[in-house]
């Protein structure tokens, strides 16, 4: 009987829903992790670019691309979201997949720059324009990664090039990716004139313009947490089986 409702009791913890952030809470987690737990800048950075990228290895393997050298164009913004793309770009070559960077208005963030150089050391081409929609769908490129805007962008008018580019990736057709928030979205509205991803991949925990998202696939990479954090902002993040850094929803 006392097995029986230990059982019951864990199920019961399995099956909370999960949380879902509001913009002030994705500030907060950040900020906890920074001030309280010592991650730095740069690493946090990292550990979401390799998630994203191992993200992209799970629903697109190369073996399913139907090209030899699996091609794909990462869209970089200038803030955070952007150097994660840049990570994203670098361990995806690592992956022998062939990346290409489109990154139009490039920081002055010292940091920011180090992932601009990481990329462009192992020859990780940057595109001075973005591909027209007719050159998105021919076969110069498998998939496209939208990296350009994220929590901190979501707030007011978008400026150009980012409303031309947006305009183009909703006409596209080939499998788009989007990191953390698609680009054109409030963080927690959701989407009214933004692009619409066949994949999402949410960074630490899924932020609640989520909710909205209605494509095939959507992952969460926030194994990092520290069980403190997650407990602290009651986050109920699924398990992550083996040794997975990220886990589709």
Not at 29 to 41: T, V
Not at 108 to 122: G, V
Not at 147 to 163: I, N
Not at 225 to 234: N, R
Request: with cysteine; net charge negative.
């Amino acid at each position: 009987m006392e097995k029986s409702i230990c059982n019951s009791s864990h199920s019961k913890k399995a099956i909370q829903p999960l949380h879902y952030l509001s913009r002030a809470e994705a500030a907060a987690i950040e900020k906890e992790l920074l001030e309280e737990f010592r991650f730095g800048h740069q690493q946090l950075i990292e550990i979401w670019g390799h998630a994203s990228a191992m993200a992209v290895t799970k629903v697109f393997p190369r073996r399913s691309l139907p090209k030899k050298q699996p091609t794909l164009l990462v869209i970089c913004g200038c803030e955070q979201n952007g150097a994660i793309g840049l990570a994203c770009a670098r361990h995806l070559r690592v992956f022998e997949y062939e990346p290409t960077i489109f990154y139009p208005k490039k920081s002055s963030n010292p940091l920011y720059r180090d992932f601009t150089t990481q990329c462009e050391k192992i020859d990780i081409p940057f595109l001075s324009y973005l591909p027209t929609e007719i050159q998105l769908i021919s076969d110069a490129y498998n998939l496209v990664v939208d990296a350009m805007l994220g929590v901190e962008d979501s707030l007011g008018e978008l400026s150009e090039p980012y409303c031309t580019i947006l305009a183009t990736l909703k006409q596209i057709r080939i499998p788009l990716i989007s990191l953390d928030v698609p680009s054109g979205w409030d963080v927690e509205t959701g989407s009214s004139d933004g692009i619409s991803p066949d994949v999402l991949v949410s960074l630490a925990a899924p932020k609640q313009c989520a909710t909205r998202f209605m494509g095939k696939h959507h992952l969460v990479a926030g194994r990092f947490l520290p069980y403190d954090v997650q407990k602290k902002f009651e986050l109920n993040l699924p398990e992550y089986p083996g040794t997975e850094c990220v886990v589709a929803l």
